[in-house]
């Protein structure tokens, strides 16, 4: 239901976008453009079920960086063939990813505190083992994955990105995992006491967010086809935005993958459409923090308009219920 | 409900608040600048050279930069520039490797790519030719002959360097020791140590004191490093030997203005930012209009600058350094 505001939102960008530039409506460019935010995007596709779970990952971007800096060592230093080092970063990502669910689940740091903290040491451990030193050198094959393009237009990196999110959606609705995900965000306790596995869940969660980063870091690597430590500034708040924005509530419980990918979409529409009147960034940043603002005043509009026309019908039915009574759906 | 609706009005006119005019064709060739960084004020000398230059010539001119100068930063900001169909493309690029095909991509479609400052060394073929600085020999040859000029081409003097391994000063210095032996104007002039500061100014600061010390008969210390020449300066400026020993070195003017101004440093020298941008700038609108093509030793009429030659790996550079004094310092603020 929350994602109408955002596809609405979408569509007034489209348009506007249009009018901004003659050379904004062009598929190949906004695919293009999409493609380059492919790895945000799977931190954001994760991050939407952690935050659903009633928990935030903000490690997401210095682990990916972390994730990333790892597999360029074990590349460059103990010349792993690539198809290894993509295990290596998987693998990588599930362990940070782990990590973070023991301080999370273990410890009882509460998610904010904890992943601050590992925001701050992934991006520490990732200096210490590259320093200022820049890792390149990838095979051609790896990193022609980011311009390989599907049906001639759409390049894999989206494809990729798609592919997950309709995975991520199925595993949300239809299976006792997302189910599960769904009631910790709602009451953790309420979770607890139905017997649900609260801890084994929120543990898979922060693994997952975990594998997303490795996933994130090798799209990243075959994107630019070099490694330091300094990558991804600030990705894990263009990753929180996209999800927030696309309907899903910060205090968990409710939301939706489709509205996380719709959202990315929209961050790039925004982005695009400024970059052709040549905005610079830093003045891009009050439209989209205004943009995240107001998508999420009126994001439960449609509800409570329902709810409204609802309550009017039964006040007018004469069940003596008042208008707006009954407002909150 | 009101108030929701008012909120949906309020987006609405926001986005459109970007639309008030639209862009238009206006025939003229287009020209973008993109900086590393903003807030940087290096670039902002930059900046104004190529914007000069580009109204000079007729071109329309955008500057455009991202917000931090990490390695990808700049690849949005190219491809939207692509997409708005630029004649020419000028850079300065924060990565060497990672923006290498999204400039292939711009070449591939006709656009002209020209690194400014810094180049993509060893990928100098993702772009079509390089503006830079200075030429390692004259700024060598160039700092021997300003500290000669300082102390009457006669005595002892030090160099004060950043780090033992930093490759432009140490070709740098590997010059001046070279035009010293070589050229019998200098040859009166002795260079008694050279010293490493580590570019720290704390470091710096201690080894300049520490030459001071050792060498009572120094007629001058010469800093081929921003870091280290102010250093200098303050540490003959505590000692009181402005009289006697004379510093110089590459600086910037806002760093080196109290020295000049005191008259503890006389004259120091970098090369101008303003002329690179410039000639960058001209460079640029000459390839958007297609009146130029790049050869090893083409010759380029730049404007007010006048002539440059396109050298080797299709690199043009500015210029020798520019000196500055008390009497010229004040028109320059970098």
């Known amino acids: 239901?929350?994602?109408?505001?955002?596809?609405?939102?979408?569509?007034?960008?489209?348009?506007?976008?249009?009018?901004?530039?003659?050379?904004?409506?062009?598929?190949?460019?906004?695919?293009?453009?999409?493609?380059?935010?492919?790895?945000i995007a799977i931190m954001a596709i994760a991050l939407t079920f952690v935050i659903i779970g009633g928990h935030i990952d903000l490690s997401v971007?210095?682990?990916?960086?972390?994730?990333?800096?790892?597999?360029?060592?074990?590349?460059?230093?103990?010349?792993?063939?690539m198809a290894m080092v993509v295990v290596v970063a998987l693998s990588c990502g599930a362990l940070l990813g782990a990590f973070n669910g023991l301080l999370v689940v273990w410890l009882r740091i509460p998610s904010l505190v904890a992943t601050l903290g590992t925001l701050a040491l992934f991006r520490g451990l990732s200096k210490i083992l590259i320093e200022e030193r820049t890792i390149r050198g990838f095979p051609d094959w790896f990193l022609g994955l980011h311009q390989a393009k599907l049906l001639g237009t759409i390049p894999l990196p989206v494809i990729v990105m798609l592919g997950l999110a309709i995975i991520a959606a199925i595993v949300l609705r239809f299976t006792t995992f997302g189910r599960t995900v769904i009631a910790i965000g709602t009451s953790e306790p309420a979770a607890r006491y139905?017997?649900?596995?609260?801890?084994?869940?929120?543990?898979?969660?922060?693994?997952?967010?975990?594998?997303?980063?490795?996933?994130?870091?090798?799209?990243?690597?075959?994107?630019?086809?070099?490694?330091?430590?300094?990558?991804?500034?600030?990705?894990?708040?263009?990753?929180?935005?996209?999800?927030?924005?696309?309907?899903?509530?910060?205090?968990?419980?409710?939301?939706?993958?489709?509205?996380?990918?719709?959202?990315?979409?929209?961050?790039?529409?925004?982005?695009?459409?400024?970059?052709?009147?040549n905005v610079q960034v830093e003045n891009q940043l009050p439209i989209i923090g205004t943009l995240l603002i107001v998508a999420v005043a009126i994001a439960d509009l449609p509800a409570k308009l329902l709810a409204r026309l609802k309550a009017r019908r039964r006040n007018i039915e004469g069940t003596g219920t008042k208008p707006g009574a009954t407002i909150h759906a | 409900m009101l108030k929701q609706l008012l909120l949906v009005a309020i987006t609405a006119s926001f986005i459109a608040v970007g639309c008030g005019e639209s862009s238009t064709g206006s025939g003229k060739p287009k020209l973008v600048y993109i900086a590393k960084n903003t807030g940087n004020p290096y670039f902002d000398p930059l900046i104004q050279g190529f914007k000069d230059a580009a109204a000079e010539q007729g071109c329309e001119v955008v500057t455009v930069a991202p917000a931090t100068a990490d390695a990808t930063s700049q690849l949005p900001l190219i491809e939207d520039q692509i997409q708005q169909g630029v004649g020419a493309i000028a850079l300065s690029p924060n990565s060497t490797e990672a923006l290498n095909r999204v400039l292939d991509e711009a070449m591939a479609k006709g656009i002209a790519v020209i690194t400014v400052d810094s180049d993509l060394t060893n990928n100098e073929k993702s772009r079509t030719v390089a503006v830079k600085t200075a030429d390692p020999q004259?700024?060598?040859?160039?700092?021997?002959?300003?500290?000669?000029?300082?102390?009457?081409?006669?005595?002892?003097?030090?160099?004060?360097?950043?780090?033992?391994d930093a490759p432009n000063q140490n070709e740098w210095i590997g010059i001046m020791k070279k035009t010293l032996e070589t050229n019998p104007k200098y040859k009166n002039m002795q260079l008694v140590e050279t010293a490493y500061g580590n570019d720290e100014p704390q470091k710096s600061l201690t080894e300049a004191e520490a030459l001071l010390t050792k060498y009572p008969d120094l007629k001058g210390i010469v800093a081929p490093t921003t870091v280290g020449v102010a250093a200098a300066a303050?540490?003959?400026?505590?000692?009181?030997?402005a009289d006697t020993v004379f510093v110089t070195g590459l600086g910037t003017p806002n760093q080196m203005r109290r020295f000049i101004q005191n008259g503890t440093v006389k004259a120091f020298a970098l090369w101008s930012p303003y002329d690179e941008g410039y000639l960058a700038g001209q460079v640029a609108a000459q390839l958007a209009k297609k009146s130029?093509?790049?050869?090893?030793?083409?010759?380029?009429?730049?404007?007010?600058?006048?002539?440059?030659?396109?050298?080797?790996?299709s690199v043009i550079i500015t210029g020798p350094p520019t000196v500055f004094t008390k009497e010229n310092i004040d028109q320059f603020h970098f």
């Open chain 1, 61 to 81: 971007a210095t682990g990916t960086v972390l994730v990333s800096v790892i597999a360029a060592r074990s590349f460059d230093e103990l010349h792993l063939p």
């Open chain 2, 234 to 241: 303050q540490a003959v400026e505590t000692a009181k030997k």
């Open chain 1, 1 to 39: 239901m929350n994602q109408i505001v955002t596809v609405i939102l979408l569509i007034i960008a489209l348009a506007v976008g249009s009018q901004m530039s003659p050379y904004f409506l062009d598929a190949g460019y906004l695919l293009k453009k999409t493609s380059m935010e492919v790895p």
């Open chain 2, 292 to 313: 130029l093509t790049i050869k090893s030793g083409t010759k380029i009429q730049a404007g007010k600058l006048g002539e440059r030659e396109v050298r080797e790996k």
């Open chain 2, 138 to 164: 004259s700024v060598g040859e160039g700092q021997i002959e300003l500290l000669g000029s300082l102390i009457g081409y006669s005595g002892k003097f030090a160099i004060l360097s950043a780090t033992t």
């Open chain 1, 194 to 277: 139905s017997a649900l596995p609260t801890a084994r869940t929120t543990m898979l969660l922060f693994v997952i967010s975990g594998v997303a980063m490795g996933v994130a870091a090798l799209a990243n690597i075959a994107q630019i086809g070099s490694v330091d430590y300094k990558g991804l500034p600030g990705g894990e708040l263009i990753a929180i935005t996209a999800v927030v924005l696309g309907g899903t509530s910060i205090f968990g419980g409710r939301g939706s993958v489709l509205g996380t990918v719709l959202a990315m979409f929209l961050l790039v529409v925004v982005r695009s459409a400024l970059g052709m009147r």
